[in-house]
C-alpha cells in the first residue's frame, strides 16, 4: 500500500478517534454529576431544597419534584414546631407569673403571649382562658386543701385534749391544758373544768365509799349548763338507779353478784353525762368560734375605715369644743388623723359592746372590770375613755 492515497483510511481513523473520545465523556457524566451533589443534613429543609436545585440541573426532574415537594413539607412542619414551641413558651410564662402573684410580671407575662400569638397567627385568648382556668381550679384546691388541713388539725388537737382529759387526774388538767395546741386553748380550759367537777364528784363518791364499805355512792357530776330536758333525763335515770339498788341492798347487805352490776350501771351514767357536757362545750366552742370570726372581721374593716363626712364633721366640731386649745394649733397638721382617731375608737367601743364575750385589745382587761371605782367599758386601755366612772349604790 505504500505511495497509495491513504485519506480515506485517515478520515475514518479520525472518525473512531473522535467517537471513543464522545463515548469517554459520557461515561464520566456519572462522576460529574455525584461529584456536584450537595452534602448536608437531610433533616434540614435548606438542604433538601439544594438537592432539588441540584437534580433539577442534573436533568432528574421526578427526583427535584420529590425533593421539593419534601423540602416544602420539612419547612412547614418546622414552622409549626416553631410556633408551638413559642406559643407553648409564652404560655407556660403566663401560668408561671399568676402562681407568683405579682402583678407586674402577670401584665408582662400576658402581652408577650399577646404578642408571640400576635406573630404566629394563633388564637391567645383561648390560651389565656385555659391558664386562668386551671389557676383558678388549683387555687380553689390548695385552698380547699389548707383548710381541710386547718379542719383536720384543729379536729385532732381536740380529741387529743379529750382522749388525754378522759384519764387524767386533779394534777395533770393544768398541765393538759397548758401544752394544749393554742387552736384549742378555749376548748381545753372548758374541757379541764368539765372534767375538774367530774374528778370531784369521783372524790366524793370515793369518800362515800370509804365510810361506808358496804354501799354505794350512785351519785354523778351532771353539768349545770346542760339543757333543763338532758339534765331531768339523767336526774331521772340516776333515781331508778338508785331505786335498783335499794332492792338490792338489804339491811347493809348486797345481795349476791349485784354490787359490780350496780357499780357498773352507774358508772355508764356518769360516762353518759360527762360526754353530753362534752358535746355542750363543743358546741359553745364552735358558737364562740363565729362571733370571734365576726368580731375580728369588724374590728380589721373599723381600721381599713374614716367614716362618712357627716360623721367626721360630727366628731370634728365635738373635738374642738372638748379640746379648746388645739383650735388654735395646725388645725391642717393634725385635724384630719385626730378626726379619723376618734372616728375609729368609738367604732371599736361599739364593737366591744356589740361582742363583749370575745372584745380583746392587747393588755386590755375584761369587759365590766371594776377597779380604782371605774369601770372597764372597751376599747384601748391606755385611754381615759374606756373606762366609766362607777356610782356609788
Not at 379529750?162 to 391544758?177: F, P
Not at 348486797?254 to 354490787?259: D, M, S
Not at 366640731?317 to 378626726?339: C, F, G, M, P, T
Request: glycine fraction near 6%; aromatic fraction near 6%; hydrophobic fraction near 35%.
Amino acid at each position: 500500500m505504500r505511495g497509495g492515497d491513504q485519506s480515506a483510511n485517515l478520515g475514518g481513523m479520525l472518525s473512531q478517534i473522535g467517537e471513543t473520545v464522545g463515548g469517554m465523556g459520557k461515561a464520566f457524566e456519572p462522576i460529574t454529576i455525584a461529584a456536584t451533589k450537595p452534602r448536608g443534613d437531610m433533616d434540614d429543609p435548606d438542604h433538601v431544597q439544594r438537592m432539588a436545585e441540584w437534580a433539577a440541573r442534573s436533568g432528574d426532574t421526578t427526583s427535584a419534584q420529590m425533593y421539593a415537594s419534601q423540602a416544602r413539607d420539612m419547612a412547614k412542619e418546622d414552622r409549626a414546631k416553631k410556633t408551638a414551641a413559642s406559643m407553648n413558651t409564652a404560655t407556660s410564662a403566663y401560668a408561671k407569673a399568676l402562681e407568683s402573684g405579682d402583678p407586674t410580671k402577670i401584665d408582662t407575662a400576658y402581652n408577650a403571649l399577646q404578642s408571640a400569638a400576635s406573630s404566629n397567627g394563633q388564637d391567645a385568648f383561648a390560651r389565656v382562658s385555659a391558664v386562668d382556668k386551671d389557676h383558678a381550679t388549683k387555687k380553689a384546691q390548695a385552698d380547699q386543701a389548707a383548710e381541710t388541713l386547718r379542719v383536720n388539725k384543729e379536729r385532732a388537737a381536740q380529741e387529743a385534749v379529750s382522749v388525754k382529759m378522759n384519764g387524767a387526774t386533779a394534777e395533770e388538767i393544768s398541765e393538759i391544758v397548758k401544752n394544749a395546741d393554742p387552736s384549742v386553748a378555749m376548748y381545753a380550759q372548758r374541757m379541764g373544768v368539765t372534767r375538774a367537777a367530774y374528778l370531784a364528784s369521783e372524790e366524793k363518791t370515793a369518800q362515800t365509799n370509804k365510810l361506808n364499805q358496804q354501799s354505794l355512792d350512785l351519785s354523778f357530776h351532771i353539768d349545770p349548763a346542760l339543757p333543763d330536758e338532758v339534765k331531768e333525763q339523767l336526774a331521772g335515770e340516776q333515781e331508778a338507779l338508785q331505786a335498783e339498788a335499794d332492792k338490792y341492798f338489804v339491811n347493809g347487805t348486797w345481795l349476791p353478784n349485784t354490787r359490780n352490776e350496780i357499780s357498773q350501771k352507774r358508772q355508764k351514767l356518769a360516762d353518759k353525762a360527762y360526754y353530753s357536757s362534752s358535746q355542750l362545750h363543743n358546741t359553745e366552742q364552735a358558737q364562740t368560734n363565729i362571733r370571734t370570726g365576726e368580731y375580728r372581721r369588724l374590728t380589721r374593716d373599723i381600721e381599713r375605715q374614716f367614716g362618712s363626712p357627716d360623721e367626721r364633721e360630727v366628731i370634728e366640731r365635738e373635738l374642738k369644743e372638748d379640746n379648746e386649745w388645739l383650735v388654735n394649733d395646725d388645725e391642717e397638721k393634725w385635724s384630719e388623723q385626730a378626726i379619723t382617731n376618734e372616728w375609729r375608737r368609738q367604732q371599736r367601743k361599739s364593737a366591744d359592746k356589740s361582742y363583749p364575750d370575745v372584745a380583746t385589745w392587747p393588755g386590755a382587761p375584761a369587759i365590766g372590770t371594776i377597779e380604782g371605782g371605774f369601770e372597764y367599758t372597751g376599747g384601748d386601755p391606755a385611754k381615759k375613755s374606756s373606762y366609766k366612772a362607777v356610782e356609788d349604790n
